[in-house]
């Protein structure tokens, strides 16, 4: 409820997750208007379809931490936290809103892609999709602790973290181009990431009907690791946090 009410009274939030990533795809859907009569309607359709899919990541880590940076600019963080609510619950929170937004702008998207583009994003399969999709969510989840750690740890002076430092890793997670055309270095680190074996899956699945059990596993596999380490991350980051007095002055 405490998010619905921020998201319902903020045009910040509103364009930050509904106007920004529905623009992003209107942008992107025309750029594959042009790759469709110069590269092919494949290349075309990979572009789309990891576009449509990075506002997965992008709208669910942005609620989780821009979320929590709202408490913090309204100096509400400690009536939170002086409530029965406990971390786990707050976070857990924040990514159900993040998913349900995500959500129901991916169907927008779809929608939009459908009637605009003559894209189908459902053309990679019912199965295939909800797997990308909890797979996205989970990394988001993960990232939006490391951010979190992060401002907790350090404050509101690095809080653009909050909704600009995952789009430095976008080149790595090969969003809407194959990882073989990274540099070989870049290669290896690109596997670290759960999203990348679902952006490679989900361009092999608008080719072939078939499940994508392997990869979808594999960044199932990886997000846990990656869970497992942000929780660790978070514990040493937010005990550094009270320590030396940083929780408090977030309010002050």
Wanted: net charge neutral.
């Amino acid at each position: 409820m405490h998010e619905a009410f921020i998201t319902r009274h903020s045009y910040e939030v509103i364009n930050d997750i509904v106007i920004y990533p529905l623009w992003s795809i209107i942008v992107f859907g025309f750029l594959t208007i042009y790759l469709a009569g110069v590269a092919g309607a494949a290349v075309a359709h990979y572009v789309l379809i990891g576009m449509i899919l990075w506002q997965i990541i992008n709208i669910t880590q942005y609620s989780i931490a821009v979320g929590c940076l709202w408490d913090v600019w309204a100096r509400n963080l400690t009536n939170i936290f002086i409530t029965p609510i406990s971390i786990g619950e707050y976070l857990i929170a924040y990514t159900i809103s993040g998913a349900v937004k995500a959500l129901v702008v991916i169907i927008l998207g779809g929608i939009l892609s459908f009637l605009v583009f003559r894209f189908n994003i459902l053309q990679v399969g019912l199965v295939n999709f909800w797997l990308y999709f909890i797979n996205l969510v989970l990394f988001a989840f993960t990232f939006g602790i490391i951010i979190l750690s992060l401002v907790f740890r350090f404050g509101t002076r690095i809080q653009a973290f909050a909704w600009g430092l995952i789009t430095f890793f976008q080149p790595l997670m090969a969003v809407i181009y194959p990882v073989s055309i990274l540099p070989e270095p870049l290669k290896t680190i690109a596997y670290i990431f759960p999203p990348t074996y679902v952006f490679e899956a989900a361009r092999t699945s608008l080719g072939t009907p078939q499940i994508q059990w392997l990869p979808s596993l594999m960044a199932l596999f990886l997000n846990m690791v990656w869970f497992l380490l942000a929780v660790v991350f978070f514990n040493l980051m937010f005990r550094q946090s009270r320590e030396i007095g940083q929780f408090a002055k977030l309010e002050g």
